[in-house]
């Protein structure tokens, strides 16, 4: 089940009615800003934080986000169980909810994932120096995300992350890195350019999770290494780069009390 | 006046009926190709260099691309005197044209813009090596093109020309760049990730143009610069970072005979 409603008239419309118009700047150049969120009991999780970074993205692509995306999340949402929301805003002006059920692969991934690190080409500094680069900006121009993915399912990985020319730990394509190193949890900073994860923040009210420079080498010694995304949620990296790290005690603590704290 | 025609049994449908579903791939993560070509005398100019280009982009999204662009182009453009036309196929499987009426900033952009260099954050040879980072590809993930050209509206400037981190010329979000350096007309290699133009190609069969390096300095020496795209055409550089160059007798040269052929 699939479910549509457009911000307009918080109007619910068949999944395969076309909403969007050939000319809407969405649809010509990827600038729609966008969320996921994750549904439990038919709330949409985390929705302030999710809506306020969702009206950070747009001011910096210069969307008009209208009021009512909190009614349009919870009308979409309301009866689902558990699944998936996504909100989009586009440039051309229009504003819509996808309610979706979460893909099997995505609660596989709750019980771990393989990764391997992809270059992103830029120095860790670069994006907080360059908002034309976008960086902390979740916009619907995500062809390089999908493309990493890809890269990594060539290599037989589930996942991949981002790691900068000067040796950093970036950000996976669709989630927040967490690594454990010396029974510290800790994670890349934002001003890397990362998108500030909203998994993260809710993580980081339920236990302490350092935000510093994590490198490379750093990273290919962890003791335990986690993917934060609203939808899978909390995910070990039982393989990466080819090194087994199963899902360790830390993380697997994180995540039940995480789960815990959706109910 | 704009015209839109689906793919799809090449359906002419009015300008303002939505095509896209709201879970089309292409709007929700910018995985669509498409070209911008000129229309002139109800004819797309270069129709065969830009499918090819539509066709290699579509193979590195893994988009399906069905036959039938040629035609849609030239239904879309039937008629019109002189337009703009934009072809694209969504990942989601909706194929459509729009045509278009040249805005009159692009018009004006023919007798001369004024630019500004930008960092693009990569080093020249980055994108060459990761294919993941999609160099070379046109797809609909535009908004750091976009947000690039509001950086220089910011500036004063109409447009801008990224720079790699290592001092080398790329191309500007939308045009492709050639400098006239000691009377010599050269452009920068595609093994650098940018996008291989059109316009380029189509006025390398008129005049002689070295593809060649070219370093930032020598950017800032050079005697003319332009900027080559679809619709604008060439685009005399004549003023690069606040230096005056002026619309100079090679660039306006080829700008005379690019635009003789397409009659």
Same mark, same amino acid.
Request: hydrophobic residues 45%.
């Given at each position: 089940?699939?479910?549509?409603?457009?911000?307009?008239?918080?109007?619910?419309?068949?999944?395969?009615?076309?909403?969007?118009?050939?000319?809407?700047?969405?649809?010509?150049?990827?600038? #729609?800003?966008?969320?996921?969120?994750?549904?439990?009991?038919?709330?949409?999780?985390?929705?302030?934080?999710?809506?306020?970074?969702?009206?950070? #993205?747009?001011?910096?692509?210069?969307?008009?986000?209208?009021?009512?995306?909190?009614?349009?999340?919870?009308?979409?949402?309301?009866?689902?169980?558990?699944?998936?929301?996504?909100?989009?805003?586009?440039?051309?002006?229009?504003?819509?909810?996808?309610?979706?059920?979460?893909?099997?692969?995505?609660?596989?991934?709750?019980?771990?994932?393989?990764?391997?690190?992809?270059?992103?080409?830029?120095?860790?500094?670069?994006? #907080?120096?360059?908002?034309?680069?976008?960086?902390?900006?979740?916009?619907?121009?995500?062809?390089?995300?999908?493309?990493?993915?890809?890269?990594?399912?060539?290599?037989?990985?589930?996942?991949?992350?981002?790691? #900068?020319?000067?040796?950093?730990?970036?950000?996976?394509?669709?989630?927040?890195?967490?690594?454990?190193?010396?029974?510290?949890?800790?994670?890349?900073?934002?001003?890397?350019?990362?998108?500030?994860?909203?998994?993260?923040?809710?993580?980081?009210?339920?236990?302490?999770?350092?935000?510093?420079?994590?490198?490379?080498?750093?990273?290919?010694?962890?003791?335990?290494?986690?993917?934060?995304?609203?939808?899978?949620?909390?995910?070990?990296?039982?393989?990466?780069?080819?090194?087994?790290?199963?899902?360790?005690?830390?993380?697997?603590?994180?995540?039940?009390?995480?789960?815990?704290?959706?109910?």
């Amino acid at each position: 089940m699939t479910r549509v409603v457009l911000l307009e008239g918080l109007r619910e419309v068949p999944a395969d009615t076309p909403v969007l118009r050939a000319d809407d700047l969405g649809v010509v150049r990827g600038e #729609s800003v966008f969320e996921t969120l994750r549904v439990v009991d038919g709330r949409p999780c985390f929705l302030d934080e999710h809506l306020e970074r969702l009206a950070r #993205s747009a001011a910096r692509l210069e969307i008009d986000l209208p009021d009512g995306f909190r009614e349009l999340a919870e009308k979409a949402a309301a009866g689902a169980p558990d699944a998936g929301l996504r909100l989009t805003m586009t440039k051309g002006g229009v504003g819509f909810a996808v309610c979706f059920v979460v893909p099997a692969e995505t609660v596989r991934g709750r019980t771990g994932v393989t990764a391997v690190t992809v270059p992103l080409g830029v120095a860790a500094d670069f994006r #907080s120096t360059a908002p034309w680069a976008l960086g902390g900006v979740k916009s619907t121009s995500y062809a390089v995300n999908m493309a990493t993915l890809r890269h990594a399912h060539e290599l037989d990985a589930d996942d991949a992350i981002w790691v #900068s020319t000067d040796g950093w730990v970036l950000e996976a394509p669709t989630s927040t890195v967490v690594a454990v190193i010396d029974g510290v949890l800790m994670t890349p900073p934002v001003g890397t350019g990362i998108l500030a994860g909203t998994t993260l923040l809710a993580c980081r009210r339920l236990t302490e999770i350092l935000e510093r420079a994590v490198s490379v080498e750093e990273l290919a010694r962890a003791d335990e290494v986690a993917l934060l995304s609203s939808v899978r949620g909390i995910a070990p990296v039982v393989v990466l780069d080819g090194r087994e790290l199963g899902a360790g005690p830390v993380v697997k603590d994180l995540a039940a009390t995480f789960e815990a704290s959706l109910r």
